[in-house]
T-cell receptor, first 112, second 118 residues
Framework: AQSVTQLDSHVSVSEGTPVLLRCNYS??????LFWYVQHPNKGLQLLLK??????LVKGINGFEAEFKKSETSFHLTKPSAHMSDAAEYFC??????????FGTGTRLQVFP | KAGVTQTPRYLIKTRGQQVTLSCSPI?????VSWYQQTPGQGLQFLFE???????NKGNFPGRFSGRQFSNSRSEMNVSTLELGDSALYLC?????????????????FGPGTRLTVL
């Protein structure tokens, strides 16, 4: 069965400092992995996706993630946080039956 | 291009009632998926429709049902509402050809319908 574990429920950073949101996955086959962001009272927006092409995936708004099979990780990073990055972030894996399985989410706070 | 729209945005019902939520996908998108988001259970997959057929179903009771129309618009229905059905219900659409997997294509989410059951 496929699953994702987001290792931090909350992450706080200062504006201008790096962001690291951690995600480990479990999959019996080569997975498709995604990061979505949800701003308050808004729907989910895709940040980036990995589908077995390049292991370093670049997304929108300066985010990127690296697929590491040996560590079963897909951590999300950004070099410099902006106030507008404050939101909830979800790591997602697709299943072989074409469902999306969401992690429990990481709430990112950005302080000025 | 207009995004995914969901109506209504907010809904208050009482236990035992039923409710119908509507989702209009992005023009040209043929796959529509529904998700339930609650603080306790997080985001959970309900079902997915493609070309008016349910292709996938999550682990929800039969009180949760859906359908898709020929114009790809979708509705989900919850009968005999329970307090635990209070949630944000999200709809997502995806462009894919027949036989393709929607998870390989970006799913575009609507803003959701917030259902409160009293």
């Amino acid at each position: 069965a496929q699953s994702v574990t987001q290792l931090d429920s909350h992450v706080s950073v200062s504006e201008g400092t790096p962001v690291l949101l951690r995600c480990n996955y479990s999959s019996s086959y080569s997975p498709s992995l995604f990061w979505y962001v949800q701003h308050p009272n808004k729907g989910l927006q895709l940040l980036l996706k990995y589908t077995s092409a390049a292991t370093l995936v670049k997304g929108i708004n300066g985010f990127e993630a690296e697929f590491k099979k040996s560590e079963t990780s897909f951590h999300l990073t950004k070099p410099s946080a902006h106030m507008s990055d404050a939101a909830e972030y979800f790591c997602v894996v697709s299943t072989n039956t074409d469902k999306l399985i969401f992690g429990t989410g990481t709430r990112l706070q950005v302080f000025p | 291009k207009a995004g995914v729209t969901q109506t209504p945005r907010y809904l208050i019902k009482t236990r035992g009632q039923q409710v119908t939520l509507s989702c209009s996908p992005i023009s040209g998108h043929r796959s529509v998926s529904w998700y339930q988001q609650t603080p306790g259970q997080g985001l959970q997959f309900l079902f997915e429709y493609f070309s008016e057929t349910q292709r996938n179903k999550g682990n929800f009771p039969g009180r949760f049902s859906g359908r898709q129309f020929s114009n790809s618009r979708s509705e989900m229905n919850v009968s005999t509402l329970e307090l635990g059905d209070s949630a944000l219900y999200l709809c997502a659409s995806s462009f894919l050809s027949a036989g393709a997997f929607s998870s390989y294509n970006e799913q575009f989410f609507g803003p959701g319908t917030r259902l409160t059951v009293l």
